[in-house]
């Protein structure tokens, strides 16, 4: 199914629509500031294992994950008065930060050395999502710009495609802050000058 969402005013209807499939155990295609994802309620380890099935990745190299903003961050990894100055900055916005993860976060999404891989993008279409849904969603990319290509391509395997219109591929920076050290892990889209 493809669901067109309006990118700048979501039609709070569509985004209810979006929230029960993911509830249901759905897992879906949403846009990002960066790229289309594929995601699931990050409490649903059915849908997560599927998403693996999808991207044919070994369950060893966790996912990251959607926060709605940085106080729903503190939740899910431990902020640190640094990393919060640091996030403050740069969210919402083209980063997945790396982070030591708390229990909350299911095993499945955790590295052997217990961090996790943190988004808030600037996308109000996946913003939506996440309060709606009141729980992170799982974040990992499709190569793809144009929805109704991505849709023909992945809809056999997934519950919903949302279309928020056509957005450049262009990963995330992703920047470590694990004990308080600063370190950009990939150069993407969002500047590295943010400190």
């Not at 897992?27 to 099935?53: E, S």
């Not at 899910?76 to 919060?84: C, G």
């Not at 217990?114 to 939506?128: A, Q, T, W």
């Amino acid at each position: 199914m493809l669901l067109s969402i309006n990118p700048d005013n979501p039609q709070k209807r569509f985004i209810d629509r979006v929230v029960q499939k993911l509830e249901d155990g759905g897992v879906i295609i949403y846009p990002t500031d960066t790229f289309y994802g594929i995601g699931c309620d990050l409490f649903n380890k059915k849908a997560i294992q599927k998403i693996y099935q999808i991207k044919r990745r070994p369950l060893k190299k966790p996912f990251s994950f959607v926060c709605s903003d940085l106080k729903n961050i503190s939740l899910y990894a431990q902020v640190s008065n640094f990393a919060y100055r640091i996030m403050k900055r740069a969210l919402p916005g083209p980063y997945t930060f790396i982070l030591e993860g708390t229990k909350l976060v299911p095993k499945l999404m955790l590295t052997n050395r217990r961090s996790v891989g943190i988004r808030v993008p600037e996308n109000k279409i996946c913003l939506d999502i996440v309060k709606g849904l009141g729980r992170p969603i799982v974040s990992t990319s499709v190569q793809l710009a144009e929805p109704s290509l991505i849709h023909d391509t992945y809809s056999p395997l997934l519950d919903l495609v949302i279309d928020g219109g056509v957005i450049s591929y262009e990963p995330s920076t992703v920047v470590s802050l694990i004990d308080d050290n600063l370190e950009v892990i990939r150069k993407g889209k969002g500047d590295v000058n943010f400190v």
